[in-house]
T-cell receptor, first 112, second 115 residues
């Protein structure tokens, strides 16, 4: 079955610095690679996604890069701000047998 | 104009009771899900329905029974509640057929506390 690993589990960065979170998956059938942000006490919300025919996608300060050969994709946040503090989840989709496995989450802490 | 709404937001109940959580989406999506988020923040899918048909039924106790009267509603009924059922339960919907290859929209969550 699908195995999804997310690293690191906790990431603490200085405000203004960059943050990178990596997600590794096992099912080569996966073709959708989203990142969700969950603020404390709130629901998860999609912040950026990419499909397997694209290698990189940017939206202002956030970007996602995909390496399908190595089966991993990463979330990049530049010029981090206090409101970026949250838990981030990856959730590769369209694996075989309709498995929906989410990464364990990365707690991002932005230090002032 | 809430997209995915679930009720109640908080639920405190005693062990052994039976409770239900309701979920409705007005996005016109064909697929709805129930997720459980434990105290360590792990998000685990429990069930998914596509057009009222069950397509994912993960290994959860059979005390949990989903019901989908129509494709806009997916309710979760839990029998004989146990302490370990305490968690936040999220309902979600998406436009895809259940493979998780489109954005999932989540409800606000129901924090269930079993005492």
């Amino acid at each position: 079955g699908e195995n999804v690993e997310q690293h690191p589990s906790t990431l603490s960065v200085q405000e203004g610095d960059s943050a990178v979170i990596k997600c590794t998956y096992s099912d080569s059938a996966s073709n959708y690679f989203p990142w969700y942000k969950q603020e404390l006490g709130k629901r998860p919300q999609l912040i950026i996604d990419i499909r397997s025919n694209v290698g990189e996608k940017k939206d202002q300060r956030i970007a996602v890069t995909l390496n399908k050969t190595a089966k991993h994709f990463s979330l990049h946040i530049t010029e981090t701000q206090p409101e970026d503090s949250a838990v981030y989840f990856c959730a590769p989709g369209y694996g075989s047998n309709y498995q929906l496995i989410w990464g364990a989450g990365t707690k991002l802490i932005i230090k002032p | 104009d809430t997209a995915v709404s679930q009720t109640p937001k908080y639920l405190v109940t005693q062990m052994g009771n039976d409770k239900s959580i309701k979920c409705e989406q007005n996005l016109g999506h064909d697929t709805m899900y129930w997720y459980k988020q434990d105290s360590k923040k792990f998000l685990k899918i429990m069930f998914s329905y596509n057009n009222k048909e069950l397509i994912i039924n993960e290994t959860v106790p059979n005390r949990f029974s989903p019901k989908s009267p129509d494709k806009a509603h997916l309710n979760l009924h839990i029998n004989s509640l146990e302490l370990g059922d305490s968690a936040v339960y999220f309902c979600a919907s998406s436009q895809d057929g259940g493979a998780g290859d489109t954005e999932a929209f989540f409800g606000q969550g129901t924090r269930l506390t079993v005492v």
